[in-house]
């Protein structure tokens, strides 16, 4: 067999293993998973997830880097030269929404990581690391809208964090047991309506008509990346 089948082998049993995990993981929680159950819905043996990722905690790390490469690429999606810095602002929220729509699992372990398992390692201080940087990203595309004369003079990097905050702490009504649990489709309608909020009062007055109307902004749709 050549070296070149054999890595495209271990790709690929490597992402069996790392998708059996954040299925379980995103079911039942990092704690209550046992390696056996990881093999079994991977279908490979026990000793390939020791000799792929060391144990259970470097699976879940191999993870995380995963989940944060997944996200990076939406965001990338949103932040497209051919969309106006303001519509790439607006296209944010929906590159969010598609990847939690999309990656469910990935997007809980970013947001909501298995205590122990990130904090205060390497790992975590990478993926901390990684966040921010797609997060400063943004404010930058923030303060180019501002700077064309497209957005309100705001603070970039504190809209940024609220507007962050905003989209996880809607997504996360999603795993809420009791009557304030909202499904995808009700999660899909509140972020779209707080983009149009958002939009409406970021938006200057120049990229307005003398109603007061919105004109020329296009609100893009991000896909998921690869497509």
């Known amino acids: 067999m050549s070296e070149s089948r054999v890595a495209r082998r271990k790709a690929r049993t490597a992402q069996a293993i790392l998708d059996a995990a954040e299925n379980l993981f995103r079911e039942r929680g990092f704690h209550a998973v046992r ?4 093999a079994d819905a991977a279908d490979v043996a026990v000793g390939s997830i020791y000799g792929y990722f060391g144990d259970k905690l470097g699976l879940y790390q191999a993870l995380a880097e995963r989940s944060m490469d997944v996200f990076a690429g939406y965001m990338a999606q949103a932040f497209d030269p051919s969309l106006r810095p303001l519509e ?19 997007f809980r372990l ?5 205590p122990g398992a990130t904090d205060g390692g390497e790992i975590g201080a990478r993926i901390a690391a990684r966040m921010e940087e797609i997060l400063d990203g943004f404010a930058d595309v923030i303060r180019q809208a501002i700077d064309a004369g ?4 705001v603070d970039p990097r504190t809209l940024t964090r609220f507007l962050w905050g905003a989209w996880n702490g809607v997504v996360d009504l999603t795993t809420r047991p009791d009557r304030l649990r909202l499904s995808d ?8 309506l707080g983009r149009r ?3 409406e009062g970021l938006a200057a007055p120049t990229l307005r008509d003398r109603a007061g109307k ?10 998921p990346p690869g497509l």
Do not use: K, N, S
């Open 110 to 114: 970013l947001v909501a990581p298995a």
């Open 88 to 106: 790439q602002v607006i296209a944010g929220g929906d590159a969010y929404l598609r990847f939690h729509l999309d990656h469910p699992g990935a």
């Open 35 to 38: 390696v056996e159950e990881i």
């Open 185 to 192: 489709a009700e999660v899909a309608e509140a972020l779209h």
């Open 150 to 153: 497209e957005a309100q003079e």
């Open 197 to 199: 909020i958002v939009l």
């Open 214 to 223: 919105l004109v020329g902004v296009r609100i893009a749709t991000i896909a």
